[in-house]
């Protein structure tokens, strides 16, 4: 099972217990989830397993006891090959969609808030809770039911009442912050460590990011063990684009995928917050935070992006692209993703779909390339974000000869 051996500091290198912490005592610097893999690990062992979730990856995953996973069966979700939407983007050979929009509470958030639910339950925690931009809080929320543990959502009130409804029925206890993000963040970090609260994306944070790189392991394995040329990443706090990073570095490491294959990553931001992008065109390697970010990318609007300075550290790795997009080509992107390949996404998709389309419009991707872009939410969370581009509804009596002279 998961073996972990240590919480090693991403900065200075030091090692410590894995215990409940999450900043390096020297230099506070962010702590990430080491393993003794087994040598035995190969790609069978994980292609010849019936479990169709993330767990099927468990030797890789922070969790010690199969008996304290949290399993609502999130993941092992499909990658699609989107021929009609690399078509209309112009003229795509081999663009693959990672559709997370159907997890269990509707984001790839499961993955994340999964393990760290099972990491609570393992290390008996007597509540868990997350800061949250909207969909963390059910994932959260759901998961904690399932583990019979109490959950504190705190989160800006304007998140959308989808949203907010959705965690309530969980059964969360829901703060709902008159402020940004980063307000709730800061308030839930005081009163996680106060409480002993387990804040998934806080105090919890190493084992937390673990869930998120399973987004990597599915799609080398759904790709006959191979990693694509490119990823096409959303990215809010950064923590994703890093997890899935490592996730690839992991399989090189134990030999299922090629040691030597090069890939490159695209980081997608919406244009009313994009401190990410803004630092990387201008080649800095400080990110000014967004005060009041203001976009209808809700899930992305982080305007002090805690993994942020990594995010850039991957992209000068990989050789990588951050770009941002408009509200409009947002709803561009939501739409066009919905007509071509019957996927229908919040705008945090349609921000990926749509700096895809851009970078190929200004010769920035090869058209050869291998491309996987990731899907990371479900519309129905968001619907109201595009309601004014949709056509207006007049109702009708019902009356045949009256409707069929008005339908096309
Ligand atoms: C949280 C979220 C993201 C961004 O993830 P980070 O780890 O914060 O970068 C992207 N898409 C959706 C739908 C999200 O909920
Ligand atoms: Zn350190």
Redesign the pocket.
């Known amino acids: 099972m998961g073996d972990v051996r240590a919480l090693k500091c991403r900065e200075c290198g030091k090692e410590y217990e894995p215990q409940f912490r999450y900043v390096c005592e020297e230099c506070f610097g962010p702590l990430d989830v080491q393993y003794k893999f087994h040598s035995d690990i190969n790609r069978d062992t994980f292609s010849s397993r019936k479990e169709k979730s993330y767990w099927r990856y468990f030797e890789m995953l922070p969790i010690a006891n199969k008996n304290n996973i949290v399993n609502l069966h999130a993941g092992l979700t499909p990658l699609q090959k989107a021929d009609r939407l690399a078509k209309e983007i112009g003229g795509l050979k081999n663009l693959f969609i990672k559709n997370d929009s159907v997890n269990p509470t509707f984001?790839?958030?499961d993955r994340p808030a999964g393990i760290a639910v099972s990491r609570a339950k393992e290390t008996k925690l007597k509540a868990v809770g997350c800061a949250s931009?909207?969909?963390?809080a059910s994932a959260t929320a759901a998961h904690a039911a399932v583990a019979e543990l109490p959950c504190y959502i705190f989160a800006p009130s304007d998140i959308g009442h989808v949203k907010i409804a959705q965690a309530l029925s969980y059964g969360a206890e829901f703060v709902a912050v008159d402020g940004t993000y980063d307000d709730a963040n800061r308030v839930a970090s005081i009163i996680g460590d106060s409480k002993g609260i387990g804040v998934v994306n806080i105090n919890m944070r190493p084992y937390y990011v673990e869930g998120?790189k399973t987004l990597a392991y599915e799609v080398a394995e759904q790709l006959d063990w191979e990693i694509p040329d490119n990823l096409v990443i959303?990215?809010?706090?950064?923590?994703?684009?890093n997890a899935i990073c490592k996730g690839f570095e992991e399989l090189q490491l134990l030999g299922l995928v090629d040691k030597e294959r090069d890939f490159k990553i695209t980081a997608a931001q919406p244009h009313g917050c994009a401190p990410i992008v803004d630092a990387f065109k201008k080649k800095s390697d400080e990110i000014t935070p967004v005060e009041s970010p203001n976009t209808i990318a809700k899930?992305?609007a982080?305007g002090d992006p805690g993994d942020g300075l990594y995010v850039l550290k991957r992209l000068s790795q990989y050789n990588g692209i951050a770009e941002e997009v408009t509200d409009e080509e947002i709803v561009e992107g939501i739409l066009m993703l919905a007509r071509t390949e019957g996927i229908f996404t919040?705008p945090?998709g349609g921000v990926a779909i749509a700096v895809l389309k851009k970078l190929v419009e200004r010769g920035k991707i090869d058209k050869d390339e291998r491309i996987v872009c990731y899907i990371?939410?479900n519309g129905l969370k968001a619907a109201e974000a595009i309601s004014s581009a949709l056509p207006k509804l007049k109702s009708v009596k019902p009356d045949a000869q009256t409707v069929l002279a008005m339908i096309r």
């Open positions: 984001s790839f958030k931009t909207g969909n963390l998120s959303p990215v809010g706090s950064g923590a994703m684009l899930s992305l982080i919040e945090a990371t939410g």
